[in-house]
């Protein structure tokens, strides 16, 4: 077990790859009263990609993208589960770990994607095609997970896809993910027309400037930009496949097209590869900040909760997920 000197002294080294000195010296002592919340209250963090790197070095005891923090968030048996994400994220942790107090230190943490579809537009879609199955990506409120046959996530969209025994799949909310798995399969995906704020910025014209500009980096992008960005780009993946990417492929120079803290985090975790700065910020995952991370431990807030009906028909779908990847 290391030590909090251990853990502060890791998380210094590691945020001070954008923070000045004085703002570290800032924000220690509430890295510090988290350590000892954690310890007092039985509780685990886990951290997105995409949170800043204060909030996401050091306190977090797991890190990664939306479908490991799924199966973390089900597999632990600590008493709290902090999510430092957003809010379909923390209910997914709490329909896979239902006995479990799961919080998010700001309920206002929301996502385009999950906004824009409801439990009502999915059982308006099944009537207008009957016997197709339905998949929804993990950004989706816990309702539309209750309605649809299975998820999937930035990960594993395409094999999910796959493994349907049909034709035709509807794929949901991400009109984008849908173009992005049409490229890859055979099946036709019928989608829906939802869209994160964040990546739908991104243009096919910014690739071709980004080459120009920097024809030795590898360009990177998130399978919610469009798919004519996504056909220009060198790699194509959910926010912990471009770091194995960026290890695999020992790039030397990096763009990312994607949330700017990714690029962040990972210029801390490969302190020798330069990153081209190409991000975007969303502001729902910038919602968590340590002083709100330190008060949701403190005042055990704000606490998920979902009926039983919930938890048990969006397990199905999750659970059939899981068990494919
Ligand atoms: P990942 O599952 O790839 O981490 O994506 C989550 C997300 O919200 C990206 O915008
Ligand atoms: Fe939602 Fe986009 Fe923000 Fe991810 S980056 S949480 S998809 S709005």
Not at 105 to 129: H, I, Y
Not at 199 to 221: G, N, Q
Not at 235 to 248: A, D, L, V
Request: some cysteine; overall charge neutral.
């Amino acid at each position: 077990m290391k030590t909090a000197d251990a853990i502060v002294a890791e998380w210094r080294d590691k945020a001070g790859s954008i923070y000045l000195k004085e703002e570290l010296d800032q924000r220690e002592g509430l890295v510090r009263e988290i350590l000892e919340l954690k310890k007092e209250k039985n509780a685990i963090i886990l951290g997105h990609n995409y949170m800043t790197p204060d909030v996401y070095h050091g306190i977090s005891d797991f890190i990664g993208d939306s479908l490991e923090l799924a199966r973390r968030s089900r597999d632990t048996e600590a008493d709290i589960i902090l999510f430092n994400g957003v809010h379909f994220m923390a209910e997914t942790a709490k329909i896979l770990n239902p006995e479990r107090k799961v919080l998010i230190a700001d309920l206002k943490a929301g996502c385009s994607l999950a906004e824009s579809m409801t439990g009502e537009d999915v059982r308006n879609l099944r009537k207008k095609f009957p016997g197709v199955p339905i998949v929804s990506y993990i950004n989706c409120t816990a309702e539309v997970k209750t309605e649809v046959d299975i998820i999937c996530t930035s990960a594993n969209a395409v094999k999910i896809v796959e493994s349907l025994p049909s034709d035709t799949v509807l794929v949901v909310p991400d009109g984008y993910l849908a173009q992005n798995i049409q490229k890859h399969t055979k099946k036709k995906i019928i989608p829906w027309a939802g869209k994160c704020m964040v990546h739908e910025l991104y243009t096919e014209f910014d690739v071709d400037v980004a080459r120009k500009s920097f024809p030795d980096a590898k360009i990177i992008a998130h399978p919610e930009c469009k798919e004519k960005v996504t056909a220009k780009v060198d790699f194509t993946g959910s926010t912990s496949q471009m770091g194995k990417y960026i290890r695999e492929s020992k790039a030397n120079q990096v763009l990312l097209m994607t949330e700017c803290s990714m690029g962040d985090n990972l210029r801390a975790e490969f302190p020798e590869v330069t990153f081209i700065s190409s991000c975007q910020t969303c502001p729902h995952m910038k919602k968590i900040t340590l002083e709100k991370v330190r008060d949701a431990l403190k005042y055990e807030r704000f606490e998920i909760s979902l009926s039983e009906d919930t938890i048990r028909r969006g397990r199905a779908s999750l659970d059939r997920m899981l068990a494919i990847v």
